[in-house]
């Protein structure tokens, strides 16, 4: 059994205690966490794990909402939009995600916030399906850059300048330049042909594709995408081989559409 099986075990007995003692806001906290807990195991059309994560997301949304509780209400919305945006309901989750945001700012919760500007960005970068994306990913990087300096999270402020720098505006250029001051080693060739990047290219033979969410490797975009396409789904850099995927949920459709040659499923690696 997998470590996020035993988790869910744990989890459903403590959310029936929760249940069997009537205690709202421990049944609200267990339900949000099962639902992750769910949505974190690969599912498809054959089996409920997307149904279940759903279902224990608006367990906590209802009770939050009768709590008047900002900060759990605010968790419960972004949860409810993690599902929506995992199952392409695109427009539910953008106005969760909105009003998650807003709620934990609200109660003054910044690492949720942050968490949640940078998903919410990832997933219009990746998804789109709305005038305007790259202004709208461009808006959400920036915000989620300065919730990451208030939180002190370099990490956090690397994705949400990553984000910048994938909006396809005129700003990319400046925003790669601190891209590159934030990261920490910058790959000299690419992992997949052998030859030198070039970081300030902007053809599509020589453009860069980073590995941001995984391990910060560098490689050309088209090999990338050709290594990718190949269901390749490590990293091609010598002595790496970390996992390509491990920010992607539930989303087989990445590779597919990476192998139709549509660059914004870059946006999932």
Known sequence: MGEIEKSINLLTNEYAGA?????????????????????DLPFSSSDDNAHKALEYAKVDLEISE????????????????????????????????????????????TPVQLLATLECAWMVLCKGGMENW???????????????????????????TAVCVNSNTSEE????????????????TCGVCDKELDYTATSPEGRVHTAIRT???????????????????????EGCEKPLMSWVKSEPKAVLRIAQGDKRALNFF
């Open 134 to 160: 790259g202004d709208e990913a461009l808006s959400l990087g920036k915000k989620a850059m300065g919730l990451a300096k208030v939180c002190g999270d370099k990490q956090s402020e690397t994705l949400a």
């Open 19 to 39: 249940v069997f003692e009537k205690d709202e806001i421990g049944i609200a906290i267990c339900a949000n966490s099962l639902s992750k807990s769910y949505l």
């Open 173 to 188: 250029g400046a925003m790669r330049s601190r891209l590159e001051a934030l990261l920490q080693t910058k790959t000299t």
């Open 215 to 237: 391990c910060l490797h560098s490689t050309h975009e088209a090999c990338f995408m050709h290594w990718v396409a190949q269901d390749k789904l490590v990293c091609p850099c």
């Open 66 to 109: 009768r709590l008047d509780d900002e900060a759990q209400l605010g968790s419960a919305n972004i949860q409810i939009a993690a599902c929506a945006s995992a199952g392409d309901d695109w427009e539910t989750a953008v106005k969760h995600y909105a009003t998650g945001i807003q709620l934990c700012e609200a109660a003054g919760d």
